[in-house]
């Protein structure tokens, strides 16, 4: 640490002497200050003192006029990290406000810091000081909607302890009623009762912000337990058969709760879900293994392990992984280093560029219905084709607006008509195919189901197998469909990812795991690809460049169902790639679904309530609004959108 401190010394004074020196640099404003501090083993996070009180330090030639001389360095202070003077974190907004002569931010509630004030005149000073007091003022009215700040408050409110809204009015008017003759004592008793108004009203609106209901808090923690312990007693009866996937499914529930309550685990979570999804992969190709060269009887594959097919199926998931967990560098101790997204694929774009054709030829094939004959097949693949080549011809116009540097070197970057096309009515071209491909895919059913209702010599158990067959069929037409409009919704660079859950999904289907294994798997991955994605549960890692496709105007409902599809187009697409793998079962789907609804509600109804009691009880963590919170609200919203998705 020490030579560190010793190089910096060094940075800052080569910095401070081309202030001092150079014309051009004479008004530079040189600020250090440190985000946080540590404790005595060397660790932050907490909320002890020395964690809490960084350094703050302002520089400039120009502030020597208003030094107070005090001596540097100075000893260390006994049980206390006050070494100068001690101000609020919130205070340096306004005070660089003040110094660059911009406004005060709206919602600010920091004061002015008063050892920087004698820098301007006296008329200046004041101003500002008003100027303060009256941006606090704007944030008091909105918080004390009934407390009138005209005046009207008498004198005696301004010591009631008992009523925040009225001391502050009171206060307020105190430093605007004059009470003396003099102008200069007016200006003086006026900016003190100023700054004494600024110190109450900070106090007030910082408490504000951990002022918790604690009785709501728990409240929600009791219905979330209720809902948790319900939904798992319904759950345990479902794998009341399966002990080993139950203990499977409790391990990796709980050591996700565990997980929860700390900082460091939730900004590196996608470790722990590579690590689960590797190790459950393992388990489940080693599983395969130990049930002998023969599939047992029943079995969907109809292929023994000493098949090399087999053992392709088995090794084709823990491949995929590490592939996936390469793609994107995510969290926060890891997120500069090399990936493929952005470290190979940017420098490689006729692979990039191949892939990417490659998801949409796939996709094209997945969206034909696979028992349409004759004509309808012919115009279902010459539709199909229409709309990918519409897609591919959209996210290539996107890429040269948004990514051009991602078509370096490949002819399309001199495709002048391309450039041309307006992207919003190419995104809305794109959007109006998938919907029109839907309703034909949903009235061509209708009409199978109606054809088959009306064949009076075909008996009711061979109907209803002819009705579960029909599941699957439409359910992978429409499936496709569903991957085009996520594709179109990702960015290019991570358009192949789709190919890689492609081959995972075809290796699940051969090997014949069961509705709870298939649940299982599917909750892995739908986190695991949320941040193979690039996600994160920092609110920062939010990706927007999608959110406005299509659209032209101020439609917040609509951009917020295309931002949360593309940040969570990988959990959207293994949640239907599931009903897949679900409709292949014979018998129908009813039943697996089922399950993997009861197993899936489980495991939101348990991590909301991890949350929340992490939240709760870390309530006054020093990352609780940036680490926690915004984990909370990730998964708040994916478990309602999934939900939401399964619900239709």
């Known amino acids: 640490m020490i030579p560190k401190q010793a190089e910096m010394d060094i940075v800052v004074r080569t910095i401070y002497h081309a202030i001092e020196n150079q014309e051009h640099l004479k008004s530079t404003l040189l600020v250090i200050c440190g985000d946080h501090g540590m404790n005595e083993a060397g660790n932050h996070g907490g909320s002890s003192e020395g964690e809490t009180s ?66 301007w005149n006296e008329d200046d000073r004041n101003r500002m000081v008003e100027q303060n007091a009256e941006q606090f003022l704007g944030l008091l009215q909105e918080t004390f909607l009934g407390v009138p700040f005209d005046g009207s408050i008498p004198s005696e409110a301004c010591t009631d302890t008992s009523n925040d809204g009225a001391r502050l009015a009171c206060l307020w008017s105190r430093s605007r ?29 910082s408490n504000a912000a951990s002022n918790y209901s604690i009785n709501k808090l728990y409240s929600g923690i009791t219905i979330a337990s209720s809902a948790a312990l319900w939904i798992s007693g319904i759950s345990a009866t479902a794998l009341r058969k399966q002990k080993l996937i139950g203990l499977w499914f409790s391990l990796v529930t709980l050591a996700y709760g565990v997980m929860s309550s700390a900082s460091s685990y939730v900004e590196e979570e996608q470790q722990y879900w590579y690590f689960v999804a590797s190790t459950w992969f393992w388990w489940l190709a080693v599983k395969r293994y130990a049930r002998g060269a023969k599939p047992k009887a029943g079995s969907r594959s109809g292929r023994s392990f000493n098949d090399p097919w087999s053992l392709v199926s088995a090794a084709t998931p823990l491949l995929a992984v590490r592939v996936i967990r390469a793609w994107n560098q995510t969290g926060q101790k890891h997120a500069g280093e090399p990936d493929i997204a952005r470290g190979f694929l940017p420098f490689h774009n006729h692979i990039l560029w191949s892939l990417v054709c490659l998801v949409y030829v796939v996709v094209a ?61 190419q995104a809305r071209a794109v959007f109006s195919g998938i919907l029109i491909f839907c309703l034909g895919i949903y009235f061509s059913s209708e009409g199978e189901s109606s054809k088959t209702r009306s064949d009076g010599d075909m008996a009711t158990q061979e109907q209803e197998l002819v009705r579960n067959r029909a599941v699957p069929t439409q359910l992978e037409s429409l499936h496709g469909v569903l991957t085009l409009f996520l594709v179109t919704q990702s960015r290019v660079s991570n358009i192949p990812l789709f190919a890689l859950f492609e081959l995972q999904m075809r290796a699940f289907a051969s090997m014949d795991l069961s509705p709870a294994e298939i649940s299982l798997t599917s909750i892995i ?44 187009a990988g959990p959207i697409w293994w949640t239907s790639a599931t009903m897949i793998l679900l409709g292949r079962f014979q018998g129908g789907w009813n039943s697996p679904l089922r399950e993997f609804g009861q197993l899936t509600t489980c495991f939101a109804a348990s991590s909301v309530l991890f949350m929340m009691l992490a939240c709760t009880a870390l309530r006054t963590h020093l990352f609780i609004w940036s680490v926690f919170s915004p984990k909370y609200l990730y998964v708040l919203a994916w478990n309602l959108g999934q939900h939401l998705w399964e619900s239709e």
């Open 54 to 119: 960084p350094a703050l330090v302002f520089i400039s030639p120009k502030l020597r006029s208003i030094s107070d001389g005090l001596e540097c360095p100075i000893a260390i202070p006994d049980g206390t990290f006050e070494y100068y003077r001690k101000v609020e974190q919130s205070d340096i907004a306004p005070t660089l406000a003040g110094l660059l002569g911009f406004p005060i931010p709206k919602n600010n509630i920091g004061i002015i810091i008063q050892g920087l004030l004698p820098f």
């Open 177 to 205: 009623t004059p009470n003396h003759n003099s102008l200069s004592y007016v200006k003086t008793t006026r900016s003190a009762a100023l700054r004494t108004f600024l110190r109450e009203a900070q106090r007030l609106m």
């Open 365 to 425: 094939g997945k969206m034909l219905p696979k028992d349409r004959p004759g004509v309808g097949r012919l115009a279902s693949v010459l539709f199909a084709m229409l709309i990918c080549t519409t897609a591919l011809a959209f996210k290539i116009a996107f890429t040269m607006a948004d990514e051009p540097e991602l078509l370096k070197g490949l002819p399309v970057v001199h495709n002048g008509t391309l450039a041309s096309l307006d992207l919003t009515t």
């Open 525 to 568: 991955l739908q986190y695991a690809s949320f941040f193979a994605f690039g996600g994160s549960n920092a609110i920062s890692s939010i990706d927007l460049s999608n959110g406005y496709n299509g659209v032209s105007g101020y439609n917040a409902a609509m951009v917020g169902i295309l931002t949360f599809c593309s940040n969570w």
